[in-house]
């Protein structure tokens, strides 16, 4: 690869630009750098968490090019010129998203690990299909796990989001 | 979880991967979705030097080609076939399938040729492919060939590609089958492997079973045909009695094994009853 030094320990590292919340970061990575630890190391993004980093929980779930994904199974290089949007990207400034909102008033979380890969899971459904039935955020959030058991106030809040719209 | 370190290609064509995966041999490992060969290297299953990206490699289109038959791009998403409407057009049995696996953030990433060239025995997509006759086609450094998606496999993680080969498409060929099912039973409804899964197609004309196809999947070390309970099927009026005895036939054909998921009788027994209902779903609905 064109990007690509060798540092003094021999060890390859390459270049990598990803957009991030609509900003261009370039970093030089190795080449086992998964896209979360992009985010919360190279970026300080802490907004995405890790929990089983296997695939299974989705509290690291992050739009890629629009479409939710685990984090922490994507390589940072494998998103090379693409657009990432996290937790930090969900919210206008100051203004919450309208999904964000509605998780307050909803009381949709407990312990809150959950909820970063909750909202950007139901942000990416919502702009897919802005008007989903139970079925569908259920469906939608299923990669998503919440250990409080908060499901039932998630979907409302989610719901109500939508209607809201 | 950190992965170990690897050297990382990302070839512009299919040429220059093969020649990659011929330079470093038995070191490197191809890269798509991610979904299965991250975890492995996480868990120190797997521990690749080189990783060759596929990800310049475009083939993830899903397009209907007059007399080839529908075409699937290798790279392309379990989602994509979720919602291609070209597929729902034709085979909303191969949609179906693929939204039964995992969940939407693995099905935004994995991929077909992954799913396919990962040979895991309880795979989604292998049975309806083999049900429908499909065809994948594999390029590597000395040209290009075509085989069945059923003899592609030889075991569990096992295949018939070569060390260089790449899978690049599957092929759907046009068929006289009427209708195709796939029925997944999963211990869970999201994220769950199969426990048992059966495909069938089947063509129906005047109420008379022509030819049948089954494919089971997660009962062998491999996709197995059924051969016995479609050679059963053929030639015969369709009746609820004759679906409940080819479910038989079948269930007499498949090698479970007990596991953490289910036991080997427990597999059988439901082989015996989603084939049933799989064949009456294909005859009444058509691609479903």
Known sequence: MANCIVDKDGVKRYLVTVNVNGSDFTKVVKANTLLVNFLREELDMIGTKKGC???????CTVMLDGKAVNACLVLALDVDGR???TIEGIADGEDLDIVQEKF????AFQCGF???GMIVSSRALLNENPSPSEYEVREAIAGNLCRCTGYVNIVEAVLDAAEKK | MYLPDFEYYAPDNIAEACKLLTQFGEKAKLLAGGTDIIIKMKKEVLAPEVLISTKNLGMNKIEYVPGKGMVIGARATHNDLVKSEVLAGKYASVSNAAKQMAHNQVRNVGTVGGNISNAVPSADLPPIFISLNATVKLVGSNGERTVAMEE?????????LAQDEI????VIPDQKMTGSNYIKFGLRKSGALAVVGVAVAVQ???NVIKDARIALGAVAPTPVRAKKAE???KGKTVSDELLAEAGVIASGECKPISDIRASAEYRTDLVRIFTRRALRKAIDEGHV
């Open chain 2, 204 to 206: 129906v004309e005047n």
């Open chain 2, 152 to 160: 592609l496999f030889t075991g569990p993680g096992k295949t018939v």
């Open chain 2, 231 to 233: 050679e059963f099927l």
């Open chain 1, 104 to 107: 307050i008033e909803h009381a």
């Open chain 1, 83 to 85: 657009e990432v949007t």
């Open chain 2, 167 to 170: 899978i690049t498409e599957v």
């Open chain 1, 53 to 59: 980093e296997l695939g299974d929980c989705g509290c």
């Open chain 1, 114 to 116: 959950c909820t970063s």
